[in-house]
């Protein structure tokens, strides 16, 4: 985001949409003042701390600010480029379990960042992975672990079937990065791509 032209901090955070995140560098003025800025914000209530250094401006309610969902907040800190889901995390974004996770975890293929409420990071050293979407990781990440599908391998096939088709899911893409995967991952993943017929 880029700041407002002769714009306050306090101006600037005014402007943001609801929804928003923010940090120091995105406000007009010093760092000093920025950080300032923020501070005074999140104890008027005008923003909440969402992680080390990122506020949300969110919407308000009877109760005060609304709090940012977990992975949202996960993804702002970490970046989309190749972070999926993964555990039980995954298998509910591919609607292969009912179960929700106590924690929304994510796979990440950099250095994991602590102190993120109600998220689990895992460090995945596959660059390859960079290319995946959320769900091309969710489907590695459920041939990874296997036992968290409720329904057994026809149930992933047929979801993967459907992933595919709806171009959610790109078997090209993942086909690259599985070489640099587990041996049991490639093996379940040659297994899929013959039930696919990819």
Not at 92 to 98: F, I, K, N, Q, V
Not at 101 to 110: D, F, N, Q, S
Not at 167 to 190: F, G, Q, S
Request: aromatic share 6%; with cysteine.
């Amino acid at each position: 985001m880029t700041p407002f032209p002769k714009m306050t901090a306090s101006a600037y955070l005014e402007k943001i949409p609801v929804r928003t995140y923010v940090r120091a560098g995105d406000l007009p003025g010093s760092p000093e003042a920025s950080r300032a800025a923020l501070s005074r914000a999140a104890k008027a209530g005008k923003v909440v701390k969402a992680a080390r250094g990122l506020y949300f401006k969110g919407p308000k309610t009877r109760f005060g600010m609304a709090r940012p969902n977990a992975l949202d907040t996960a993804l702002e800190v970490v970046g989309k480029e190749g972070t999926g889901p993964c555990g039980f995390s995954a298998a509910r974004a591919l609607g292969l379990t009912t179960q929700v996770p106590a924690k929304v975890e994510l796979a990440v293929t950099g250095p994991a960042p602590e102190g993120l409420d109600g998220v689990k990071l895992h460090t995945r050293n596959n660059p390859a992975r960079r290319k995946l979407s959320y769900l091309d990781i969710a489907l590695l990440e459920v041939l990874r672990e296997p036992a968290v599908v409720e329904s057994g391998w026809t149930a992933l096939v047929n979801a993967a079937r459907l992933s595919v088709k709806e171009n959610r899911v790109h078997p090209d893409l993942i086909a690259a990065a599985v070489p640099r995967e587990r041996p049991e991952v490639r093996t379940r993943w040659n297994e899929l791509c013959k039930a696919l017929a990819v």
